[in-house]
């Protein structure tokens, strides 16, 4: 047979177009009126291309192993090349959709001369007498170029202007130069719906029945192909149409007998096929975060993963269509051991616990890449209210209610960075009243040393002298310590941060201050867990921090690697204050009188870790984060639902108890065995449950060595005792070491002669050039 050349299929092509303009328009002449003017302009304006864009493919997120976890897609398809499909599948599809296939040249003229003698003839039914090339054209207009719903009737119109254009597209692909049979047969075959949400034969034979589309037999290859005319109506798993689908089958075995010649399939082959089982296995590919196996587990890090990649400019519709594999760095050993942890002490199916959020973040410290292992929570990731889900970002935005005493550390921190060691001497008064907030007093919570250094402080945590030293430093450089430490947060719009700033135009951070919250460093702040976690992680490496990140390596659909925009890390705090500070923090798991030091002896932890415990005043939320030289963890535990109430934990069980109550108010008799839960309690519990198995094996390393000038502290950190001088020398010497007097009259008569130095505070240490109050007699009582 003679080749037909690319002039003589252009020839054929004037043709067959003047051939479907007059019949395929016949119909409709009389009523529409088209002027053959217009039909020329638009078929000449049809594009000529070769249709070669990406096909929207399914996305898959893998842990660390590259183990999925997920997959996200807009069309559920897997291209595969044709010879990873069966040819059964093939020679049934050419059977029943074009049996001439391999002979026209991309339009079949016999064909749609054939439908357009039917289609004039005033005949029920129109028929377009398309090819497989044409199929494929209108397919990929619809599935690929479509956008919008407008672009998307457009594809599919029953127009004949649409058949010209897809005519005239056909033709061209088919020229010389362009694509081959089997390039437009393996397109087809990758691009057509064979299911709702399942495109390609590699997909619908993994739905259908989870084999790869090489393995189809003839009775699957043969349903396969007899859904392409009509995926819903020809569905096996719809009960309504399982019938259908089965004749629709046999039609296409008969069919492929009659083309035997071509498909080596006997009548008699066909005949045993259609008595053979189909081996219908239906397995489905979930799609997204909420539908993924395990979704209540690893929900929250697959939606922060979605989350985190939008933020770096992949949107999610290219993440949908794209076909991407996003290997992310979470750690199925790590994420096990957490979730067993915030399930274990704050067991979600308990009734008690109903309004408690048990969550846990874990990040591995490093230089670079920042690592999230893990985020974990109590609560089940999905919609489903009355098992207790959500879908609420727990882990990684803010938790409402703040993280206490945890916050402690930032003030720690600007202190050393200011000439304070962690030797040095603070007050500790059992009441003090800021004179930036003069309304309200801080009160401790127990009882406590009128004095105490700054390690004691950080390990025993009384509130009063971590506001005092907020108010020596000053409260924004508190807050800007926080945001370089980790709280990266805060330097967000106020209102996406706590509602109730809403419109204000700064930052949270810059409201803060602008609010003046004294109470910052006892943690009211709304709080994200992650970010808290990452804080242990900047300190763990030497005081730089990092960006988290949940995505190790994302590959395009051909597997080359995708470069990830990467926030630059930055040195929070010099090396030797981290190091330093980290060295002081491990006496609240140490220390007797630590916060966290009966968890750690209840766990029988003895490793080096360093770590801060936190709890809000109404105890509707605790912290606990803790940091080794391999992972810091941070552990946030609250009231998550509307209306937060305070949460009580049995202090001998150490349990929860659910939500506290007023007992007297009910009339009933109050349970002395319950207190409110503390950051030394569950979160802590939560922490150590997670990271004894996480370090099993791992040599008990320790933190770098202490710098000898942020444990002392500076020289000039020296306050001199002035008790006892009159006023004028007072300051004079306060003076003399760089500190203003800030002089105060007794109100109360004393023993002393007016002007007398009776009281000052600071006693021993203050921050280099900071106010040092002096409280001078007013005389003795007359």
Not at 187 to 215: E, T
Request: with cysteine.
């Amino acid at each position: 047979m003679r080749v037909v050349g690319g002039l003589g299929k252009l020839l054929v092509a004037t043709l067959v177009a003047g051939v479907l303009v007059a019949g395929l328009l016949l119909p409709y002449a009389v009523g529409v009126g088209l002027a053959s003017n217009k039909v020329t302009d638009a078929i000449a304006e049809t594009p000529l291309t070769d249709m070669d864009q990406p096909f929207p493919e399914r996305t898959t997120i893998t842990d660390s192993r590259g183990a999925p976890i997920a997959y996200v897609y807009e069309q559920n398809r897997v291209p595969v090349p044709l010879s990873k499909i069966s040819p059964l599948l093939v020679q049934a599809i050419v059977s029943t959709e074009d049996r001439r296939y391999y002979i026209h040249p991309g339009v079949d003229w016999r064909g749609t001369i054939r439908a357009l003698l039917k289609n004039s003839s005033g005949t029920t039914g129109q028929q377009g007498g398309s090819t497989l090339t044409q199929q494929f054209v209108k397919n990929y207009r619809f599935l690929v170029e479509a956008r919008t719903d407008q672009e998307k009737a457009a594809a599919i119109a029953a127009t004949p202007l649409r058949k010209l254009q897809e005519a005239k597209i056909a033709l061209t692909l088919e020229l010389p130069g362009h694509l081959s049979k089997d390039d437009i047969m393996e397109r087809y075959l990758n691009l057509v719906a064979f299911a709702p949400s399942v495109y390609g034969a590699q997909a619908a034979a993994q739905y259908f029945f989870g084999i790869d589309a090489d393995k189809l037999n003839l009775q699957q290859a043969a349903l396969l192909a007899g859904m392409v005319n009509n995926p819903n109506k020809y569905n096996p798993f719809d009960p309504d149409h399982y019938q259908d689908a089965v004749d629709r089958k046999n039609l296409v075995l008969n069919l492929m007998a009659q083309n035997g010649a071509a498909t080596g399939v006997t009548q008699a082959q066909a005949t045993a096929a259609k008595k053979k089982s189909l081996g219908l296995n239906r397995t489905p590919t979930p799609n997204g975060c909420l539908s993924a196996d395990n979704h209540a587990t690893y929900g929250y890090f697959c939606q922060y993963v979605l989350d985190y990649l939008e933020n770096q400019g992949m949107s999610s519709d290219d993440i949908a269509r794209g076909g991407y594999t996003i290997r992310t760095t979470l750690d199925p050993a790590a994420m096990k051991n957490a979730k067993a942890a915030v399930d274990g002490n704050a067991n979600p199916s308990v009734a008690a616990n109903k309004r408690v959020a048990d969550v846990l973040a874990v990040v591995q410290p490093n230089a670079g890449i920042r690592k999230v292992l893990a985020l974990a929570a109590n609560r089940p990731y999905g919609l489903d209210k009355a098992k207790g889900e959500t879908v609420q970002r727990l882990v990684t935005t803010f938790a409402p209610l703040g993280a206490g005493s945890t916050f402690k550390i930032f003030t720690a921190a600007e202190a050393l960075k200011e000439g304070l060691g962690t030797q040095s001497i603070l007050d500790s008064p059992a009441s003090y009243t800021s004179p930036n907030a003069p309304a309200h007093a801080f009160n401790n919570s127990g009882t406590f040393p009128s004095q105490m250094t700054m390690q004691q402080a950080l390990a025993t945590s009384p509130n009063t002298a971590f506001v005092s030293l907020e108010d020596q430093i000053g409260l924004q450089k508190v807050v800007q310590m926080a945001v370089a430490m980790g709280m990266k947060g805060y330097s967000l719009d106020a209102g996406q941060v706590d509602r109730s700033f809403t419109g204000s135009g700064r930052s949270y951070a810059q409201e803060v201050v602008a609010q003046n919250i004294v109470s910052f460093t006892l943690g009211v702040s709304p709080v994200s867990p992650l970010e808290l976690a990452n804080v242990g992680a900047t300190l763990a490496s030497d005081g730089l921090w990092c960006p988290p990140t949940p995505v190790d390596t994302v590959f395009d659909r051909d597997g080359n690697p995708v470069q990830q925009k990467q926030q630059a890390c930055a040195q929070a705090v010099d090396p030797e204050l981290a190091r330093t500070l980290s060295h002081a923090m491990q006496d609240d798991l140490t220390a007797d009188n630590g916060t966290a030091h009966a968890a750690a002896v209840a766990a029988k932890w003895t490793r080096v870790a360093a770590s801060k415990t936190g709890t809000t005043e109404d105890y509707k939320s605790s912290a606990f984060l803790g940091f080794t030289p391999f992972y810091s963890g941070a552990s946030v535990v609250w009231d998550y639902l509307d209306r937060p109430q305070s949460i009580c934990i049995n202090s001998q069980t150490r349990q929860l108890s659910g939500s506290c109550s007023t007992p007297q108010a009910m009339g009933q008799t109050p349970d002395r065995s319950t207190t409110g839960m503390s950051g030394g309690s569950v979160p802590a519990a939560t922490w150590l449950s997670a990271m004894t198995p996480l370090h099993a094996g791992l040599v008990d390393d320790q933190f770098g060595p202490e710098a000898g000038r942020y444990k002392t502290g500076s020289d000039n950190a020296q306050v001199p005792n002035v008790i006892g001088y009159d006023l004028d020398t007072a300051r004079s010497q306060l003076s003399a070491k760089g500190f203003k007097a800030v002089v105060v009259v007794s109100a109360a008569p004393s023993g002393a002669a007016a002007n007398v130095v009776i009281d000052q505070s600071p006693k021993i240490n203050a921050l280099p050039g900071s106010n040092v109050t002096i409280t001078i007699s007013a005389g003795t009582s007359g």
